[in-house]
C-alpha cells in the first residue's frame, strides 16, 4: 500500500476512492473496519452479522462513493456510522430481534457469595435489558458509554440535539441501573 | 464555585464516574465538590459498580482478515461495473508496462496502419466490380458447359 494514503485523512482518501482509487479504499477499511463492526456488533449481537454489515456499508461506498457528499460538511466517521446503524436496525427489523431468553432462572438456588449468576446468564440479562430500551436510548448508550463518542458527535449520528443526547443517556442509564439493581436484589433472595 | 447534589448527580449520569473526564468546563468544580461531600463520594462508588455491570457486556472481536475480506470482495466487483472497452484496452495495455512514449509510438503507428490500409483498400480500381458487369459475367456462368477436352 502506498505509505501516502496511510497519512491522508479520511475525507482525501474518499475523494481519492471517488477517482476509482483502490488503494484509498483499502487504506480507509484498514482503518476503520474495526470500529464499525464494534458499534454493529452491539446492536446486533452476533459477530457474523456485524461482520456482514460492516462489508455491506463499505461496499455500498465502494460503488457509490458520490453518496459521502463533502458540501454537506459532514465527517467520514459520523456518516458512515449513519450507514452502519441503519444497516443494523433494518437487519433487527428482519430478524424481529435477538432470541433473548425472556426470564432467566437461577443456575444455583444457593449461590455463594461471590458469584451470584452464571457470567452467560449474566451477559444475556444485561443485553436484554439493553434491548428493551428504547431505540434512540440504545444508540445513546452504545455510542456515548460503549463508544466513548463524545456527545456531539453522538447527538450528530443519532439526528438530535445535544441537549436531547443527553437526556437519552440520563434515561437509558437510570433504567438499566433499576432493572439491573432489580435483577441483582432478585438474585440475593 | 461547587456542585450541588442534583447538579453533580445529573453530570455523573451524562459524563460517568471519572470525574477527571468529565468536560473542562465542569471538571475542577465536580472534583471540588466531590472532596467535600461524603455523599457524592459515595454516589460516584454506586456509578462505578453500575459502570462495571455494564461493562461486562459480552463483546466478540472480529475476525483477523475483516479488512482484508472486504478489501478483496471490493475489486471484482469494480472491474466487472467498469469492463468496457476502454478499460479493457488500458489493462491489456498495462500488462505490457510500456512507457508513455513507447505507447504513444504504438499508437501512431497503429494509426498510420489504418489509415495506410483505408487509403488503398478505396482507391483500388481493380476491386470495383460494376452490376452489369456482375449479370454479365452471371449469365456467362450459366451458359456454360463446360471445357471440351
Redesign the interface.
Known amino acids: 500500500m502506498d505509505t501516502k494514503l496511510l497519512h491522508l485523512d479520511d475525507e482525501s482518501l474518499i475523494c481519492r476512492i471517488q477517482e ?1 482509487s ?1 488503494e484509498a ?2 487504506a480507509l ?2 482503518r476503520h ?2 470500529r464499525f ?2 458499534i454493529a ?2 446492536l446486533v ?1 452476533s ?1 457474523d452479522d ?2 456482514d454489515i ?2 455491506e456499508a ?2 455500498k461506498l ?2 457509490r462513493p458520490n453518496l459521502w457528499d463533502p458540501g454537506k460538511r459532514a465527517k467520514f466517521t459520523t456518516w458512515f456510522y449513519r450507514v452502519v446503524i441503519n444497516l443494523c436496525l433494518d437487519l433487527r427489523k428482519k430478524k424481529k430481534l435477538i432470541n433473548l431468553p425472556e426470564d432467566i432462572a437461577f443456575a444455583d438456588e444457593n449461590p455463594g457469595p461471590d458469584v451470584l449468576f452464571d ?1 452467560h446468564q ?3 440479562v ?2 436484554r435489558f ?1 434491548h428493551e430500551l428504547p431505540e434512540r436510548q440504545q444508540l445513546a448508550v452504545n455510542l456515548c ?2 463508544e466513548g463518542l463524545s ?1 456531539n458527535e453522538a447527538a450528530q449520528i443519532i439526528g438530535v440535539k445535544v441537549k436531547a443526547l ?1 437526556s437519552l ?2 434515561r437509558a ?2 433504567t ?2 433499576s432493572n ?1 439493581k432489580r435483577y441483582l436484589d432478585r438474585g440475593l433472595r | 464555585m461547587t456542585m450541588k447534589f442534583e447538579h453533580f448527580k445529573e453530570k455523573l449520569l451524562m459524563y460517568g464516574a471519572d470525574v477527571q473526564c468529565w468536560p473542562k468546563d465542569i471538571r475542577s468544580s465536580g472534583l471540588k465538590a466531590l472532596d467535600s461531600s461524603y455523599e457524592l463520594q459515595k454516589l460516584v462508588k454506586d456509578e462505578e459498580r453500575f459502570e462495571g455491570v455494564l461493562k461486562t457486556r459480552k463483546y466478540e472481536e472480529p475476525s483477523r482478515d475483516l479488512a482484508g475480506r472486504i478489501v478483496a470482495a471490493a475489486l471484482p466487483k469494480k472491474k466487472k461495473a467498469q469492463r468496457n472497452l476502454g478499460v479493457l484496452f488500458s489493462e491489456v495495455l498495462s500488462e505490457f508496462s510500456l512507457s508513455r512514449r513507447a505507447l504513444a509510438a504504438v499508437s501512431v503507428s497503429l494509426i498510420f496502419t489504418l489509415v495506410i490500409g483505408f487509403t488503398i483498400g478505396y482507391s483500388n480500381p481493380s476491386g470495383y466490380v460494376s452490376g452489369e458487369q456482375y449479370t454479365t459475367n452471371l449469365e456467362d456462368f450459366l451458359n456454360y458447359e463446360g471445357d471440351v477436352l
Request: proline content about 0%; aromatic content about 18%; glycine content about 2%.
Open positions: 476509482g483502490h479504499f483499502a477499511v484498514d473496519s474495526n463492526y464494534r456488533y452491539r449481537s459477530r456485524a461482520e460492516v462489508q463499505f461496499l465502494w460503488d457470567v449474566k451477559q444475556a444485561l443485553e439493553i458509554f460503549y456527545n443527553q443517556v440520563m442509564k437510570t438499566l441501573r439491573v
